[in-house]
């Protein structure tokens, strides 16, 4: 028997006695509203607890892990914003003024750190991940992007191709 079987057999076992306390109260006290609600909670306890046992099913992992995969959507989403906007060549000259050109990177480095921070939180293979940079290859020449930002953008590319690798395996990185 597992370990987490075994577990998952003692917790039906305090449900179970904690049913039939309830059933008690109820025969003895007779069936008041607070006394239903209770057992009908419990029944549904004691039903998951089976149904994890029987089928081996891990139900409250896969909803936790469905929630934080959720969660890294915005991320995403925050990463393309980026990766859409990054500061181009101006119509006025060459060069992208200092402070838009500072703005994007300190948002790039915002994003990076708070997703790190998210996915930390998640797993440790998360963020492992998502800082991975074993296949980066930088760079890479942009007609529309200032020179100056290539490398930056580089990194947020790599960097949002990892966040969508890790939500595409999300059994793998976010359990």
Request: hydrophobic share 45%; net charge positive.
């Amino acid at each position: 028997m597992s370990h987490r079987r075994g577990k998952r057999l003692l917790q039906l076992g305090v449900m179970l006695a904690i049913v039939l306390d309830t059933a008690r109260r109820i025969f003895v006290y007779g069936p008041k509203p607070i006394y239903i609600g209770m057992m009908a909670l419990e029944i549904l306890i004691v039903l998951l607890i089976l149904y994890e046992i029987i089928f081996g099913g891990e139900v409250l992992p896969k909803w936790k892990m469905k929630r934080r995969v959720r969660s890294l959507f915005d991320l995403v989403s925050r990463g393309q914003v980026l990766h859409k906007t990054v500061p181009g060549f101006s119509f006025t000259g060459p060069s992208v003024s200092i402070k838009i050109r500072g703005e994007w990177e300190a948002n790039v480095a915002s994003w990076i750190m708070d997703t790190n921070r998210i996915l930390k939180a998640c797993s440790t293979q998360a963020s492992m991940k998502f800082l991975d940079d074993s296949s980066f290859q930088p760079a890479r020449e942009y007609e529309s992007i200032e020179p100056a930002l290539w490398e930056r953008y580089d990194v947020l590319n790599h960097r949002l191709s990892n966040l969508q690798a890790i939500m595409q395996y999300p059994e793998v990185y976010l359990l």
